[in-house]
């Protein structure tokens, strides 16, 4: 982002060259056009709003010494007579042309703060309100958002262009918030036309934290022809970048409650047991237990986390729960250890805010929802590394209790498996999924836009083959997690080969090219026939 320092040195640059005999500088009368005046600003914090002042004074007087070198001149610049406009006051609420006449502004750039809906404070909250109105659903996003409104609505009142950037976590370009927020802005006339992808901001505090952050920048549609996307050190030149920040079109892909194609079963969330962990015992507390009162070997399972299943090996549990759903009370109501857990879940329920607990604190030993399969079912973890190029999936047995970190899909074939397990389901799921931090946070909305090929039968049995040689490939390493198997770094030749030999067959059923056939080129294909497939629906 350009600062004023760095406004400065692209001044000097410019007056360099005209020094240097390209045009005369006799021709021209004041050679110095970038001045301290141009700048205002807004900071909320009296003492920010003093060290910004500072910040520019010292690059002004910094600049104005190199320019003195340049031009061999004594400009006379101190003490320094120019004023730094920096406002006092709470950006959100004031009337940004109270600080600058909109017909003198042209660049809007900064880095506002990023909270999330759960860590605002109750003035951050009403803020979003006082931009968005009160039950607008951008009110449940990130906080940065409230400046992007506010410096649209700047550009639409001053009638000529007015270029605005923001530095903001990258979330805003993910998941819901691309049809929330963005669809709002884009119907307004907004048009980004140039962004950085995610990058990793880390801070220089002493307590560091790594912050996932993009650059969007946009302005009013028509203002510029050619769009620039920086992606490290990839630069992309583009005809138009939509809010996922890919060159393709606008797409807006909403949180679905029902699954695009009826006939693959529904995706839900695993078991919820809200208990403050007085449900689960590890491997030798079940041991105990089941040692001291053999009754309890029916009513104890392995349970299954999104941290289990991905660094456990394969097939090994130890973490368990009591399961009592279906149970006889006559065989546990009389067992103290028992009892004892069952009276803590209470009370952790009934201290609740929410009335969907408090209900169930009248049944303790049940799980507050359960969503157990009662047939094999495949598992989605619902976070995994960015680091890696597939998400692990994987089929379990209903004896297994899968918890609420883990998505679950009961009755999913093969064929299924493949599909989701490839490059392009990946493609598709790195473009519009949320994230933490940056690693994938897979949800519904993901696999119920998802738009599925319409494959032979040939190459239907293709992929379920292939699928079968992913899992077969696994199989070969029963003592590694499959977060061992699935490490860029470590990954076996057998799984790898098997993957990319699914890639192939997946990539076939689509009618994709194997060869010259970017991620990019994917993601368009794929939202170009989501796009067919809602209009088909009415959409």
Known sequence: MPSKKSSLLWKNEVISELY????????????????????????????AVTVAKTALWIAESQMMKETEKILLLDLNFLPLKTNANIVEGNALRLDWESVVDKTRLNYIMGNPPFVGQALRNKAQSEDMVAVFGSGSPETKQDYVICWYRKALECMIAAGHPIYTAFVSTNSICQGESVPTFWKGMMDRGAEIIFAYRTFVWNSEASEKAAVHCVIVGFSLKGVQKVKIIFDNDIIIKAQHINPYLKEADDVWINNRSSFMVSENPKMVKGSEPTDGGNFFLSAAEKNDLEKKYSVLEKYIRPF??????????QGVYNRYCFWFQDGNPKDYAGIQEVKERLERIKQLRLASNSDRIRRMADYPYLFCQNRQSKSSYMVIPRVSSENRKYIPFGFICPDIVCGDTNYMIPNATKYMFGIMSSNVHMAWTRTVAGRLKSDYRYSPAVYNNFPWPNPTDEQKAKIEQTAQAILDARALYPDASLADLYDELTMPPELRKAHQANDRAVMAAYGFPIKNFTESDCVAALMKMYQELTAKEGN
């Not at 045009?23 to 009296?46: C, K, L, R, W, Y």
């Not at 299954?304 to 090996?313: S, Y």
């Open 304 to 313: 299954l986390g999104g941290k289990e299943f991905l660094n456990e090996p």
């Open 20 to 47: 240097r005999g390209q045009i005369s500088m006799d021709a021209v009368t004041d050679p110095i056009q970038v001045s301290i005046a141009q700048f205002h600003g807004i900071e909320i914090n009296d003492f």
